[in-house]
């Protein structure tokens, strides 16, 4: 399957189990579709497409894969941004008292602020012409990307991953579904390294 095919097929699933799960299974209205709906879709298709292109033994599939996942990411970085507020995060990132950060508000946006800064070296790679030439800054960016998308879904739905009852028609939530991807493509990164080591010796 091509890049963009990938691209498209795991945008479009990502986007329809947000729906199933918060509008159509949950009670999120779908007035929120445009912003809260997208923005999980985004993030959970960003995060398999990083994953993917660490895996692919194309150099041209790879950056092309991690184009996509940058743009899905940057939009899901974006759409954060005006979601970021007490009203939808109050119990989550904001102190009740005074609307102040909480310790765990603040880890989880600063591991998705790491995670676009270490995207901004990702991208200018992917941007360049002759992507052999200009090594990574940091050994394994990829694979530590994906355990800071990690700890930032879990950081945000911890509490929400054991309750089982509450969950609409038991589908689990979408922060759950991404931290297991990615914690599955890390290891699947890690490997596929190891093994590409292994066979250059």
């Known amino acids: 399957m091509t890049p963009t095919r990938t691209a498209l097929v795991t945008t479009i699933i990502s ?103 270490g995207q901004a070296v990702l991208w200018r790679r992917s941007m360049n012409t002759a992507p052999n030439s200009s090594p990574s800054l940091i050994n394994g960016l990829g694979r530590i990307l994906l355990l800071l998308a990690a700890a930032h879904v879990s950081l945000i739905g911890f509490r929400t991953w054991t309750q089982w009852s509450q969950w609409p028609r038991y589908l689990p939530p979408i922060t759950l579904i991404i931290f297991i991807i990615a914690i599955g493509l890390a290891v699947a990164n890690h490997r596929k390294k190891r093994s590409t080591r292994s066979q250059g010796h």
């Not at 445009?34 to 879709?41: D, E, L, S, T, W």
């Not at 993917?52 to 599939?61: D, F, K, P, Q, R």
């Not at 894969?65 to 507020?85: E, P, Q, R, V, W």
């Not at 009740?96 to 591991?111: E, K, R, V, W």
């Open 15 to 117: 986007l329809l189990y947000a729906v199933i799960r918060y509008n159509i299974a949950g009670d999120i209205p779908w007035g929120q579709f445009p912003i809260f709906i997208v923005n999980k879709a985004t993030a959970c298709s960003g995060v398999i497409l990083l994953g993917l292109a660490g895996i692919n033994n194309s150099v041209e599939n790879r950056h092309r894969l991690g184009l996509f996942a940058s743009a899905c990411l940057g939009l899901h970085c974006l759409l954060s941004l005006m979601l970021l507020s007490p009203s939808n995060f109050g119990g989550k990132f904001f102190q009740a008292t005074d609307n102040t950060f909480t310790a765990i508000g603040g880890f989880a946006l600063l591991c998705g602020a790491l995670g676009m800064l």
